[in-house]
């Protein structure tokens, strides 16, 4: 049975595998301002209200489920619900006690996370094993592993802060979070590759599935399936210390990290060339040596090397010079590669079975591994089996065989990353699960579209916003009428007269200057003057008013008017001021 198969049915017998993640917000990972406990809150909360009815757990069954008091879990989920450095509130509450006390528990929702927002998945059930200064921990692995960040020891420690205290708000030392790092790792949630990373650093590994559900001593189902195996030393040493730098404790050998194809085989060295064309030089005093095995098979292979003094050997010029190793198709054969032997999983061979065709010709040992990698890290990360198979199958169809002038570099640099936006679900523009065109992909095409027409634009002298010929000052009509609109001129304020006030008759409505006996009786002269004249005579009804005797045709509300009309007109004075005072109106 191979070791896929293996850890299969080790998952099968096991009990039923807690596999909920919940998307958390890298907010409350990386800011100081909420505290370990307040992270384990949000995970159990959020899985908790998942459910049809919400979450409606007290506070001390969330505490036992977290294996926490409950002092810590409210004081976690007041950090949640009060407003953060940024004003986000992570956590809403609805209480549903009745004012006597009595009722049931609160219904906890927490926020809509933005589609740009950064986050990192983690298992609800890493939140039940591990403690709040744990989790984490656990959680910057689990993004730094996600953006492929190689995480230093010195890194992770500052991502977890004292949080009471004299050094409250400050990270804790190196050697407490390898400590942190080792508790994290004995409880099988994170592997550590010790030194095997770039540089000498440690490679962090989070898996996402609880320990229970795996084989002793392995990672989730189809996580170890997604690497290559590779051998390597010894794994027992523990976390560097403080002030170690990048080397090892005692007996753990080289940090080198890269594959070099020059070995200790002498087929490696450089050309050498004789003073005398044909002779191979020997030093004085060349002292017979005995030669092992592997080095006779190399030298009966190769012909043309003579032993010298110290056991050295130089090949001869007879020798051809060393063609250079490539993964390109028809390069040299794996002849002087020593290291590990590789064996891809059969999980990762059947995802490139499109490529197969392409993986045949990579020569290099080292590439083909880092291929295997490449999947086996998309694999535990989410990607589907079938989605990344299709991936392979179309960039593939759209190439010729031939035009591949590097399959290992075209499946690493092509075929395998994925195209399109931050969003996950993102497959060069479209969304895997439903088919439909990406709106954020869209939107960055047409930002991409715009900078190119105004870049256009600019180089042919055009205005950037409207493409229309600027005039003379620099500034075309359309963009003069847009500020126009934006910036509408502001409407000068009504400029009162200079000189005496002036108001309106009450009795014409013709403007006066309110002056003299106007500021008594607010009549203008004419009506002051017919004012005294009506209140001096008798007004005679309109029976007294000689026949042939014309009057003015207006009328003072229901009787008419029996003032004389002004010369070439019907009406009278008073009159006549109020059809001038219609009409101006």
């Known amino acids: 049975m191979s070791a896929v198969a293996a850890a299969a049915a080790a998952v099968d017998d096991s009990a039923p595998v807690r596999r909920q993640r919940v998307r958390v917000p890298m907010r409350l990972v990386s800011s100081a301002a909420y505290a370990d406990v307040a992270l384990s809150v949000y995970v159990k909360v959020k899985a908790l209200g998942l459910r049809p009815e919400g979450c409606q757990a007290k506070t001390s069954t969330i505490a036992s489920y977290l294996g926490v008091s409950v002092a810590s879990v409210e004081r976690g ?70 953006r492929g960040i190689a995480l230093t020891e010195a890194e992770l420690a500052a991502g977890l802060l004292h949080h009471s205290g004299k050094k409250a708000g400050q990270p804790i030392s190196v050697t407490a979070a390898s400590a942190v790092v080792d508790e994290v790792e004995a409880a099988r949630w994170v592997t550590v590759q010790r030194r095997a990373g770039a540089q000498g650093r440690h490679h962090y590994i989070a898996h996402d599935i609880a320990p229970e559900a795996r084989p002793e001593g392995g990672c989730a189902a189809g996580a170890v399936a997604a690497e290559a195996t590779v051998t390597s030393g010894s794994q027992e040493a523990v976390s560097s210390q403080v002030g170690e730098g990048s080397g090892s404790p005692v007996g753990e050998g080289s940090l080198a990290n890269e594959e070099s194809p020059r ?21 004085e005093g060349a002292e ?44 040299s054969a794996r002849s002087s590669y020593n290291g590990p032997q590789l064996a891809m999983s059969p999980p990762i061979y059947a995802v490139l079975e499109p490529v197969h065709l392409l993986l045949e010709q990579v020569t290099s040992d080292f590439v083909v591994r880092q291929i295997a990698r490449e999947v086996g890290r998309q694999l535990r990360e989410g990607t589907d089996t079938e989605r990344l198979q299709h991936r392979l199958t179309v960039r593939f169809a759209k190439v010729m065989v031939p035009e591949i002038r590097d399959p ?21 523009g479209v969304l895997w699960s439903t088919g439909k065109d990406c709106e954020v992909c869209a939107e960055i095409v047409q930002d991409k579209a715009a900078a190119r027409r105004r870049a256009q634009r600019i180089e042919q002298g055009l205005c950037p916003e409207h493409g229309t010929r600027p005039s003379p000052a620099g500034r075309c009509a359309d963009c003069v009428l847009d ?71 207006g009328r003072d509300g229901g009787v008419p008017c029996v003032r004389k009309p002004l010369p070439s007109r019907s009406v009278c004075g008073v009159h006549r001021v109020q059809e001038l005072a219609g009409e101006v109106a």
Do not use: H
């Open 288 to 331: 017979v040596v005995e030669i092992p095995a592997g080095a006779a098979a190399r030298t009966e292979a190769g012909g043309g090397l003579a032993l010298r003094a110290g056991g050295n050997s130089q090949p001869s010029p007879s020798k051809p010079e060393t063609k250079k190793r490539s993964s390109r198709g028809g390069g």
């Open 77 to 146: 989920m007041t950090q949640l619900c009060r407003p953060g450095p940024d004003g986000v509130v992570e956590l809403f509450s609805d209480r549903r006690t009745l004012p006597g006390g009595t009722g049931t528990s609160a219904v906890r929702t927490v926020r809509a996370m933005t589609r740009t927002e950064a986050f990192v998945w983690l298992p609800v059930a890493a939140a039940e094993d591990l403690t709040p200064r744990q989790l984490r921990a656990f959680a910057l692995i689990a993004y730094a592993q996600t």
């Open 263 to 283: 070995t200790d085989s002498p087929d490696d060295g450089p050309a050498f060339f004789s003073s005398a064309v044909g002779e191979v030089p020997v030093v």
């Open 408 to 428: 290992g570099r075209w499946l690493l640099g092509v075929a395998l990353p994925r195209w399109g936006c931050g969003y996950q679900d993102c497959e060069a």
């Open 483 to 553: 500020d126009a609109i934006r910036n509408p001129a502001p409407v000068p304020a009504p400029r009162e007269p200079e000189g005496p006030p002036r108001g309106s008759c009450g009795d014409c409505g013709a403007r006066i200057v309110v002056v003299g006996r106007a500021l008594e009786d607010g009549l203008c002269k004419l009506c002051r003057e017919e004012a005294a004249a009506l209140g001096a005579a008798v007004v005679p009804t309109p029976a007294a008013v000689p026949a042939g005797q014309e009057t003015c045709a």
